[in-house]
C-alpha cells in the first residue's frame, strides 16, 4: 500500500478540525452587514428628519432646544451628519444626495434666527440650529 504524503495527511487532519459555522455565529457578507448598518443607523434619524419637514403649514418652528424632544430634527440632522463621517465613500455620497432636498427644504420652510446664529458661530454650530424654535 503506497504512503501518504505529509501534506496530504496535514490537510485530512485540518478538515476533521475545522468548526462548522451555522445560524447567528456564522459570518455575515459584506452586503447584508452594509444593508444592517444603513437600516440601524442611518434609516432612524432620516426618518425623524422627514417626519418633521411632512408637517401641514406653510412655516416650521423647530421644538424648543431647552427641553429634549425625540422628534427633533436638528438632533437627528446632527446624527446624520455624523454618520456621514462614519460611511464608506459610496454610502456617503448617497446619504449626501438624499440630505440635499431635505435641507432646501428646511431652509425654504423654518426662519433663520439672527441671535441663534451670531451665538452659533461662537460655538461652531451647524446652520440647522439657527433656525427659529416654537415658543411655549
Do not use: C, N
Amino acid at each position: 500500500m503506497p504512503r501518504k504524503r505529509p501534506g496530504a495527511l496535514r490537510a485530512d487532519r485540518s478538515d476533521h478540525r475545522r468548526p462548522i459555522r451555522r445560524g447567528p455565529s456564522a459570518e455575515l457578507d459584506e452586503v447584508t452587514v452594509r444593508r444592517l448598518y444603513w437600516r440601524v443607523r442611518v434609516e432612524g434619524p432620516l426618518e425623524r428628519y422627514r417626519r418633521f419637514l411632512r408637517q401641514p403649514g406653510r412655516r416650521l418652528y423647530l421644538p424648543r432646544a431647552d427641553l429634549y424632544s425625540p422628534h427633533d430634527p436638528a438632533e437627528a440632522r446632527d446624527e446624520l451628519e455624523r454618520l456621514k463621517s462614519e460611511l464608506p465613500p459610496r454610502a456617503r455620497g448617497e446619504l449626501r444626495r438624499m440630505l440635499a432636498p431635505l435641507d432646501e427644504e428646511l431652509r425654504r420652510r423654518t426662519i433663520r434666527d439672527p441671535y441663534a446664529a451670531s451665538v452659533g458661530r461662537l460655538y461652531g454650530t451647524p446652520w440647522w440650529w439657527h433656525r427659529l424654535r416654537e415658543d411655549l
